[in-house]
């Protein structure tokens, strides 16, 4: 939109230092149809070439957008806009050359020749096209838009990068097997991870080793409905007891770094001989036990008939597994090593699957290089078969969910900045326009006494009213727009007022410079040299 506002008055300029030309045609006999097919024809080339070149910018565009998205891995897809919004845009493309190319014409054909003629140079601060003004104040407009948008959404990707998230990332690593497919058994599967533990333990710089169903924030997620020892279970389908839920090793939660608040954590001695435990978060605690200790008290899942099976022995600190934005829900641990015998075949199927644990989690000393190679090499050494389905540190994996939004923010900054420019042009050349314009008028100020400094407070003075108009109409927008874009944001209001004047401060100094270059020309220009220009 932006973009077509400088063309509609580049169009609108150049209809205006054409229009003596324009009167002379009529005033030699030129029909009025044949100047317009002529306008008609240069607009319609103008803005094709123009849409055809848009073309290949939307094709670039797109290859730009899946490297923003997917910068560390290869993609195969490939780059190809969407045909209606390519449509969208070619066709408003193609209105605005043809709009503002005709529209000119037809006014100035329809002009009395001799009034054209006697009035073609001459040109007062009243005599402005408000038409051109008002472009550049919806330019603007637009441009405050974005950039407020651009500084809320980096805002809240800040916000989601600094949030506590109940673990810690640095020197951690993730690799995955799945001995399903390597062919293990559920009896073998204790008999593997002590075998797994003791390999990966030996790799020199690698300080300890555990081992889960999933990690956080790597998109996976487990969940049943619990029931609680005492308590009546809640209606069917309310989904009230929900909650979701991991199976851990011992060592789990002082590898990843999460607190232990109360009780202790899941440890060796929690085998198939000991009673169930479980290790709850506060969500679940304060969800379940409104207020109270969850420490001592029972639940089971499945069914209510299993409501005593888990004793809780420790809570955490809520920690985030399922995204940076997604509410933290209940949450419960299981040992690794317990095995739960139930009353149904399809329980105990159940409880076979969830005990194939394909996240194994290391913490080495420092960061070490030429890692993955040896992690590699010692689970082959365990079983050649069990391959290693991927390997990376718990920063990449943790970094991977904020991909989007970094995404989305690069391209909201570019679009302001772009918009900043292009409204920067649009308004020098409006200025600059008028400048040349009023050379006669400036000069007989200055003749008249005006100084220099005068002149150039004229020039800003015009250039700052059409940005000011143009900031009235864009906050209030702005705010509806933040709104809008709620949804989008993390821990930032939709009205930051800190943003929109940061914001307003770099609009206005782009105005600044954009004005400040016609302004100069305008005051130094000689007084006798602009009379004589009539």
């Known amino acids: 939109m932006i973009a077509c506002a400088n063309v509609a008055n580049l169009m609108l300029v150049r209809a205006t230092t054409r229009k003596q ?132 959404l980096m805002q809240s990707l800040r916000n989601m990068h600094n949030q506590h998230f109940g673990f810690e990332t640095e020197n951690r690593y993730l690799l995955h097997v799945d001995p399903q497919m390597a062919g293990y058994k559920p009896d073998q599967l204790d008999a593997l991870y002590r075998q797994l533990r003791a390999k990966l333990a030996a790799v020199p710089g690698v300080k300890q080793v555990s081992y889960s169903l999933y990690m956080p924030m790597e998109g996976n997620n487990w969940g049943e409905g619990v029931y609680l020892e005492g308590q009546a279970p809640p209606p069917p389908d309310s989904n009230e007891n929900e909650s979701s839920w991991v199976r851990v090793s011992d060592g789990y939660f002082d590898l990843i770094g999460t607190k232990i608040v109360e009780g202790r954590a899941i440890s060796e001695q929690d085998t198939q001989a000991t009673r169930p435990v479980a290790v709850v978060n506060r969500t679940f605690e304060s969800k379940f036990f409104k207020g109270e200790s969850a420490l001592g008290k029972h639940f089971g899942d499945l069914d209510a008939r299993y409501s005593g099976m888990f004793e809780i022995v420790g809570v955490t600190e809520d920690t985030h597994y399922r995204g940076p934005r997604r509410k933290i829900p209940p949450m419960f641990f299981l040992p690794a090593a317990q095995r739960m015998n139930y009353d149904q075949q399809q329980d105990n199927r159940f409880e076979d699957a969830n005990h194939y644990l394909d996240s194994v989690e290391l913490e080495t000393v420092g960061p070490l290089q030429g890692l993955e190679p040896q992690v590699r090499q010692a689970v082959g ?143 130094s220009i000689e007084p006798m040299k602009a009379l004589r220009s009539e």
């Open 21 to 152: 030309q324009t009167s002379i045609r009529a005033a030699l006999g030129a029909p009025r149809s044949r100047q317009i097919r002529q306008v008609l024809t240069e607009s319609t080339l103008l803005a094709l070439l123009g849409a055809v070149a848009g073309v290949g910018l939307a094709y670039g565009g797109t290859r730009l957008i899946l490297h923003l998205a997917f910068q560390k891995s290869y993609v195969p897809i490939q780059a190809s806009p969407s045909l209606p919004v390519l449509g969208f845009t070619f066709l408003v493309s193609m209105l605005t050359g043809v709009l503002f190319g005709v529209a000119p014409a037809w006014m100035t054909a329809n002009a009395d020749p001799a009034e054209a003629l006697r009035g073609a140079n001459r040109s007062t601060s009243q005599g402005s096209s408000w038409t051109q003004k008002s472009l550049v104040v919806l330019q603007a407009a637009l441009s405050l838009v974005l950039l407020c948008a651009a500084g809320l």
């Open 381 to 523: 050494q365990v079983n050649p078969n069990l391959a290693v389905i991927d390997f990376s540190s718990f920063a990449e994996v943790v970094e991977a969910n904020f991909s989007q939004q970094e995404m989305i923010v690069k391209l909201t900054s570019l679009f302001g900045i772009l918009a900043l420019i292009l409204a920067s042009i649009g308004l020098y050349g409006v200025t600059a326009y008028s400048v040349e314009r009023r050379t006669s008028e400036i000069g007989i100020r200055m003749a008249l006494g005006a100084n220099r400094i005068n002149v150039l407070k004229l020039v800003l003075r015009g250039a700052f009213l059409q940005i000011g108009i143009g900031l009235l109409i864009g906050i209030p927008v702005t705010i509806l727009g933040g709104r809008a874009m709620a949804a989008q944001l993390f821990g930032v209001k939709p009205y930051d007022p800190n943003i929109l004047l940061l914001t307003t401060a770099v609009l206005s100094f782009a105005a600044l410079v954009a004005s400040v270059v016609p302004a100069r020309r305008a005051a």
